[in-house]
């Protein structure tokens, strides 16, 4: 028969497993108020969109407890009103293209400028870096409307651009940049960028620069270097200030509705349109939950990208 050693450390143990399962349950007890919060703020809308998107819109808006489908029929189809004929909902279609062409576009400009600007922070004396990334967050200080109507008082017909250029002669009339594509694309890569500094800069200040240095060692051109080494190894960074971009840029309201004037639509203004002039309430539920599968799309995408990375 095995005796048992009067040093057994088998009490030991058990008393670490109950302190481990007392944590557990503490840090989950912690966790509910606020887990409660988010299920009510985030899941609660959602559900009533999601509800709202299956009934009938109501005659002077809101909604008739009654069972349709007409509003994600909507979404992308259109019925005649005389002849009951089927067609593409070209208005939609249009609105959701150019929503999601002008993300594209602002990601990509915001990636253009916003890499250079974080390498250029990157590889400043560390006692300078503070400065330069409290001037690129500045912005953030202030008002979202307040920045995009200071985007209008520069690209109007008599704004600074304008007024420079006819003042140096090299334009005769006011060149009409105000209530077109380019204006909601110039103002949301303004208000948006510093969304791609950070996390880029972030992934940039972990880099070891003597791999740089290595490249050029090995004679590698500036452009190799950047290929093969600078944009692998914060590509991470890269993705995130993508995703930090593209999003908030799908669902825009502010920025296009002033820049565009009302003319230049993005989904975010669309929805807004059904749930207030349009009084189509399950419309306007229904463009919103398929703003929310885009952006699903995006996340999953960055998802799988940043579990390559890790592999």
């Known amino acids: 028969m095995a005796s048992v050693s009067p040093y057994s450390n088998a009490p030991v143990l058990d008393l670490e497993a109950l302190a481990r399962r007392r944590e557990v349950k503490t840090n989950v007890l912690l966790t509910v108020p606020a887990l409660t919060v988010l299920v009510a703020a985030a899941s609660g809308p959602l559900l009533i969109m999601l509800i709202f998107s299956f009934l009938t819109p109501g005659d002077y808006g809101g909604v008739k407890w009654e069972l349709s489908f007409d509003a994600w029929f909507q979404v992308v189809l259109h019925r005649d009103i ?8 070209d208005a939609h279609l249009s609105i959701l293209w150019r929503s999601v062409k002008l993300s594209f576009l602002t990601t990509l400009v915001a990636f253009i400028l916003g890499f250079p600007t974080a390498y250029f922070i990157a590889t400043r004396p560390p006692e300078t870096r503070n400065i330069w990334l409290f001037l690129v967050t500045i912005p953030f200080w ?3 409307l307040i920045r995009t109507f200071a985007i209008l008082e520069i690209i109007r017909n008599q704004g600074v ?3 420079a250029l006819l003042g140096m002669g090299l334009i005769d009339a006011p060149l009409d940049m105000l209530y077109t594509d380019i204006a909601i694309l110039l103002g949301m890569t303004y208000v948006y960028i510093p969304l791609m500094i ?5 992934s940039m200040e972990r880099l070891d620069f003597r791999l740089v240095e290595a490249g050029y060692d090995l004679y590698a051109s500036r452009w190799k270097v950047l290929k093969r080494i600078i944009l692998p190894l914060v590509k991470p960074g890269v993705i995130a200030g993508s995703i930090l971009v ?4 799908l669902g825009a309201y502010v920025t ?9 639509l993005m989904l975010g203004n669309l929805i807004e349109l059904q749930f207030g002039q349009g009084r189509n309430w399950p419309l306007g539920a229904a463009l919103s939950l398929t703003l929310l599968v885009i952006v699903m799309f995006a996340l999953i995408f960055y998802v799988r990208s940043a579990q390559r990375e890790t592999h």
């Open 161 to 163: 651009i304008n007024s």
């Open 246 to 249: 593209f999003i908030p840029s």
């Open 198 to 202: 950070l996390p880029i800069y972030a």
């Open 256 to 264: 296009p509705r002033v820049l565009g004037g009302g003319k230049n």
């Open 82 to 89: 005389f002849d009951d004929t089927i067609s593409l909902a």
């Open 142 to 144: 202030t008002n979202l």
